[in-house]
């Protein structure tokens, strides 16, 4: 799988193109995702980019994906972003989802929630497996990237900054990612 994969995902995730619309009525992939707002941090060695999903293409997103409808849900109501990391280092770089913090202009602290708590949350609707959410914890050797969404539980529109770490060379790093929004509820016209 090389990197076009996933943006392509995202693009569909963007377009909000689930099982029940007509290809038709689609939104071009390509124009839904150079709609939506993105953040990145290339300034080190390990790079990482956010790109913002409204609830509406999360729903989208899982029902084209076959999960129940409560497990949509959870997920529909928290901050969803398309993430993107790479190692642009010359040796090994670990990563723990579990370390991220979103920092909230009032200096509050809200944790990222993992791949991990996302299985446990889903288990009594019957997901056990998911290869939709970015890896808990990853090792990447020089070179490698990976890709999936990331989630924070915020309210709608709020603007954070994200401070990740990681390990290079034993030693722990750190990096802040300002100005990642999430995505207001979708306004449907009232006809």
Not at 93 to 110: L, N
Not at 126 to 133: F, H, M, P
Not at 175 to 181: E, F, V
Request: contains cysteine; hydrophobic residues 40%.
């Amino acid at each position: 799988m090389d990197g076009r994969v996933f943006p392509l995902l995202v693009a569909l995730a963007c377009a909000g193109l689930s099982s029940g619309v007509r290809a038709a009525n689609a939104t071009p992939a390509a124009a839904a995702s150079a709609a939506q707002p993105s953040w990145t941090n290339a300034r080190h060695a390990f790079t990482l980019q956010l790109m913002q999903l409204g609830p509406d293409n999360v729903r989208a997103f899982y029902e084209n994906m076959g999960y129940p409808p409560k497990a949509i849900a959870s997920i529909a109501q928290v901050c969803v972003f398309g993430t993107s990391i790479r190692n642009n280092a010359k040796a090994p770089i670990t990563y723990d989802v579990a370390d991220w913090i979103a920092v909230t202009p009032d200096g509050r602290r809200h944790p990222l929630i993992t791949k991990t708590q996302w299985l446990r949350r889903w288990q009594p609707w019957g997901v056990s497996s998911d290869w939709s959410i970015l890896p808990a914890r990853q090792t990447l050797q020089p070179g490698d990237w990976a890709q999936g969404f990331t989630t924070v539980d915020l309210p709608r529109g709020t603007r954070f900054k994200l401070v990740y770490f990681w390990r290079e060379h034993g030693t722990q790093r750190q990096a802040t990612l300002a100005g990642p929004q999430c995505a207001a509820e979708a306004r449907h016209d009232q006809h």
